[in-house]
């Protein structure tokens, strides 16, 4: 056996060959065994294929006392004219007649700086496994090495060694025609199928065929592995990016070709990284596993789904008829991604949004193909999530605007650019002012006021929600104090809560914590929040919400209407308002079945004795619709868009304001 602190070259073949000590002769000699010892071994000469006298003698003398398998009680070291150092290794082994032989192996010697370890691995096992063995004309087993034996077991014939009977009579008839056959196989072994590297010489005087065998299983089983890690996702087992590429090359080549479109879609989870943060990787990742089951089930046979990593996937689908069939598929998807994953003993709630881009109608190359659909995608995720946009030119210029705006986010928090506007709620039928609902807004020294519509989600997404939400909470307490300080009459004031602040660990602890220094008295202070953001864990929402209401806030359900809030579930909420969404209002008094709703809601408000607030209110007939039902409160242009501090407190006094002491919850 090799010494093991020897490290071997695998890039070079391994020499083998066998030595007839009684015919002077090498009846078997590997492609690289005979251009090494036509080259180095002077007794052995070339072509002729003899060993030298001298040599045999030296032989001869060794193997007197050794028997079939024992390994020669010595080893040789040379080094070749082109200065590769070689390490030889041999066996016993008996020949026809039954004469001795030597079955001898050269292994390469490489420093260990040039070598590797996975290198050094293969070629030790490779080392181990060498095999040869001798078949006569008719492919009958004439002999063979004791390492054969072991590995294949008893062989009659040649063609018993092929797992495929066509593949041994292809292999016979091309030895047939050649001296020698260099070819990599799958042969039957004692441990079933494996693959190996053969290497088989005829005999052209005796006809006999002989046999090198490496069993190179290990290092296809290998090869295999680092293919999948290189290419597949391993969380998803999902194709990567990697093959994305391979297969848009040849999208592209094949669509030049033959005149044809390709489409992608560029698909991203709305909100992932709230998740991750706030429930951990591992919930993260076992959402991440869900929604790609739940992608590839709706996705075309022909379409390809791959993990791009994070919660990003490209769909690509070949051989499009038009931009509709693209879209077809992406309205299907969001259906089917849009809704309800157990996950972690949790029914947690996820949307997507969807960028399109097509072959050749949006970029004639890969790059800006992949480029196009991301723009896409966020055009459709800053519209508003859970939809797709088919790629616009002007959307690669709104994407810079994107970006720049993330990037200054942060800076914007250090230097607190950012300032509190306040929209009055109004008391019906008085319409009496009794609060306000503070909404942020950015002061750009650049771009000017922005609104939140547009940052927002870019809090969301990198997490500066968590700042920006606690400013905007200190603010807003800051102000009552102000108020109340300046001796105007107390008013309640809401701000919004989004879901990755909701999420938040310690927001009631923080909240308490603000609460207590502003000194403001919690019944002033009101949380909005969505239907979705309790939906995503009910039951930690629901302690959550108790522990808000210990301390006194109050709770509103903002944009009601728009989730999947059941009358059963509202009640288990210890909520004190809800406030009808926009687009319920919008229609009052023109959609039978938009007022339908909001009376019913009115109505189920009052019986699980909550207060309901119309938002959005921007013209009469919609506050006498709203007055007609006893809708409590409303909010909207009609009466006051946002103000700033000065001109809401202009406001109040211009408009008179409700005894709001008397109406606090
Ligand atoms: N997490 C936080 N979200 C916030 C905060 N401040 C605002 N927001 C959210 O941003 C969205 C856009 O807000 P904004 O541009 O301020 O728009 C508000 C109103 O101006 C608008 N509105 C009010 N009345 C009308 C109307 O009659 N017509 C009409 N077209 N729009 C009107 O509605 C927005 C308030 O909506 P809502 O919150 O649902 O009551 C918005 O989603 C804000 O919630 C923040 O500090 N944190």
């Known amino acids: 056996m090799a010494d093991l602190s020897i490290l071997l070259n695998c890039k070079m073949p391994l020499a083998a060959w066998i030595i007839d000590i009684d015919h002077s002769s090498i009846p078997f000699c590997n492609a690289a065994a005979e251009s090494l010892l036509t080259d180095s071994l002077g007794d052995i000469k070339s072509g002729e294929r003899a060993i030298g006298k001298v040599l045999q003698e030296r032989l001869a003398l060794h193997l007197s006392e050794l028997n079939e398998g024992d390994k020669l009680p010595f080893k040789w070291a040379f080094t070749s004219k082109d200065n590769t150092q070689f390490h030889v290794i041999g066996s016993v082994v008996v020949l026809d007649g039954n004469r ?13 700086i040039v070598s590797n370890a996975t290198c050094n691995i293969n070629l030790l096992s490779q080392f181990k496994s060498l095999s040869f063995a001798v078949f006569d004309q008719g492919g009958n087993h004439v002999n063979s090495s004791e390492y054969f034996s072991e590995h294949f077991g008893a062989i009659g014939n040649l063609r018993d060694l092929f797992a495929v009977s066509g593949a041994a009579t292809s292999f016979i008839s091309r030895l047939a025609k050649q001296e020698s056959l260099f070819q990599e196989i799958s042969l039957s072994t004692k441990k079933g199928v494996r693959w190996h590297r053969i290497e088989a010489s005829h005999n052209t005087s005796t006809g006999n065929v002989y046999l090198l065998t490496h069993d190179i299983q290990e290092a296809r089983d290998h090869d295999v592995a680092l293919y999948r890690l290189n290419n597949y996702d391993t969380l998803t087992s999902l194709p990567n990016r990697n093959l994305l590429y391979q297969q848009l090359e040849s999208a592209l080549l094949n669509a030049r070709k033959r005149n044809r479109e390709f489409g992608l879609l560029y698909l991203d989870l709305d909100n992932f990284k709230v998740v991750n943060d706030n429930f951990g990787h591992r919930v993260g990742d076992e959402l991440i596993q869900r929604v790609a089951e739940r992608i590839k089930k709706k996705i075309p046979s022909g379409a390809c789904l791959y993990r791009l990593g994070g919660d990003e996937f490209v769909i690509v689908l070949e051989n499009t008829k038009d931009i509709t069939e693209l879209e077809g598929i992406a309205e299907s998807i969001l259906n089917n991604v849009n809704n309800t994953y157990p996950v972690a003993e949790m029914e947690m709630m996820i949307t997507a949004s969807v960028g399109i881009a097509s072959y050749p109608q949006h970029a004639n190359d890969i790059d800006n193909l992949l480029k196009n659909a991301d723009a896409a995608m966020y055009r459709a995720k800053s519209t508003g999530h859970n939809m797709y946009c088919v790629y616009e030119k002007h959307m690669a210029e709104s994407i810079n605007t994107h970006l720049t705006l993330g990037g200054g986010l942060r ?23 009794v609060g306000a609902e503070a909404l942020i807004r950015w002061e750009h020294p650049e771009l000017g006021m922005i609104s939140p519509d547009r940052f927002i989600p870019l809090a ?12 905007v909470i200190r603010r807003a307490c800051d102000q009552l104090q102000e108020w109340r300080e300046a001796g105007h009459p107390p008013v309640k004031l809401s701000v919004n809560l989004s879901s990755r602040q909701f999420m938040q660990v310690n927001l009631v602890d923080m909240v308490e914590q603000v609460l207590e220094e502003t000194g403001v008295d919690p019944k002033y202070f009101e949380l909005e929040l969505t239907e979705s953001m309790l939906m995503a864990d009910a039951k930690q929402s629901i302690e959550k919400l108790h522990s808000f209401r210990a301390l006194g806030v109050t709770l509103s359900i903002d944009d009601f209407g728009t989730g999947y809030s059941s009358l059963a579930y509202l009640k288990k909420l210890p909520i004190q308002t809800l406030k009808i969404d926009r687009s ?21 408000a009052a019986s699980l004795n909550l207060n309901v607030i119309a938002e959005g209110v921007e013209n009469r007939s919609q506050v006498d619709a709203l007055n007609h039902y006893d809708c409590q409160e409303v ?12 001109d809401f407190l202009l406001y109040m006094q211009s408009h008179g304001l409700s005894n709001v002491d008397a109406l606090v919850m």
């Open 100 to 112: 001795k032989g030597l079955s001898i192996e050269a292994h390469p010697v490489v420093s260990p």
């Open 411 to 433: 800076k914007a928090i250090e230097e607190e650019q950012f300032v509190l506007h306040y929209q009055p709620k109004i008391r019906l039928p008085d319409e009496t002012v």
């Open 460 to 471: 969301e997404e990198s997490g500066l929600i968590l700042p920006l939400g606690e400013w």
């Open 584 to 604: 319920f209002i919008n229609d009052l008094g023109l959609d039978n079945d938009n007022d339908a709703i909001v009376k019913a809601t009115i109505q189920m």
């Open 635 to 646: 909010q909207g242009y009609l009466f006051s868009k946002p103000l700033s501090n000065v």
